[in-house]
């Protein structure tokens, strides 16, 4: 499988990859600790996300570089992993715009599926042609197979959301180079760029945020997690996209 707009640099040496799988410094101890409630009785995904599911994901995105680098409460960061899907939706994200190339099948709603959930029938038609599986037709595949809804979670972190735009994962690792346009607009790489990417302004550009200094809590709680240590990340204003232009206004046409 060859990711969309992949770059044969990510696997130089001294580069993005890593030389060892994401087992060699993730381990289940620590999975578990991050998504201690995820087999709760309360979950509505008991059972579904496994450690050995997201080591299985994972190598399938090694070799393009993913796992290549190293104030919400603790309660509420245990919670993690306890859907595979998104509850109560009341619509069925279906982009007819891209009815021809990527039809909605019958009465099926593209709301939000997966451990990093994709939305639209465009992102899954996506998702189908780069993950050869037919998720446009059959996105119920997400909700039965962990290890698919972990590779899909991956993918949507790997690929860019529109051509000239850096993924989240180059973001974060620091493979991106923002132009002039993007320091102007007060984005750079690191952690504070992935949430501008994902989520744009629904977090993004806002002034401080619940929505944003929630992901940073849990960024943060992981670095803990990980014994990386919060001191790594720097400093909350760093941390904050709260002043970034957004790379995807919500306004704006579907990519």
């Not at 859907?83 to 279906?94: F, G, L």
């Not at 780069?130 to 698919?148: F, G, P, R």
């Not at 690191?190 to 929630?214: Q, R």
């Not at 720097?234 to 996209?241: E, I, T, Y």
Request: aromatic share 14%.
């Amino acid at each position: 499988m060859r990711l969309p707009n992949y770059n044969p640099r990510c696997c130089e040496p001294n580069a993005c990859c890593v030389k060892g799988a994401v087992s060699d410094y993730f381990q289940n101890e620590q999975y578990e600790k991050m998504f201690s409630n995820r087999n709760s009785l309360e979950a509505h995904a008991k059972g579904f996300w496994d450690y050995h599911s997201f080591i299985t994901a994972s190598a399938h995105f090694q070799p393009f570089g993913f796992g290549g680098h190293k104030v919400t409460t603790k309660e509420q960061l245990d919670w993690s992993l306890c859907n595979n899907k998104e509850m109560n939706s009341n619509s069925d994200y279906c982009d007819e715009h891209y009815k021809n190339a990527y039809p909605c099948a019958p009465g099926v709603a593209y709301y939000g599926r997966g451990a990093l959930p994709i939305y639209w029938n465009y992102n899954y038609g996506k998702a189908s042609k780069d993950l050869k599986v037919d998720l446009l037709n059959h996105l119920e595949y997400i909700e039965q197979n962990s290890t698919l809804a972990f590779q899909v979670a991956i993918w949507k972190w790997m690929k860019p959301i529109k051509k000239h735009q850096p993924s989240t994962h180059d973001v974060f690792t620091g493979y991106w180079t923002p132009t002039k346009n993007d320091t102007l607009a007060k984005r750079v790489s690191g952690f504070v760029a992935t949430m501008n990417v994902l989520y744009g302004d629904l977090v993004c550009g806002k002034g401080d945020n619940e929505s944003m200094n929630n992901i940073i809590s849990h960024y943060l709680s992981y670095l803990d997690l990980m014994g990386v240590g919060r001191e790594e990340a720097g400093p909350h204003d760093v941390l904050s996209c709260a002043k970034q232009v957004v790379f995807n206004p919500s306004y704006s046409s579907s990519p």
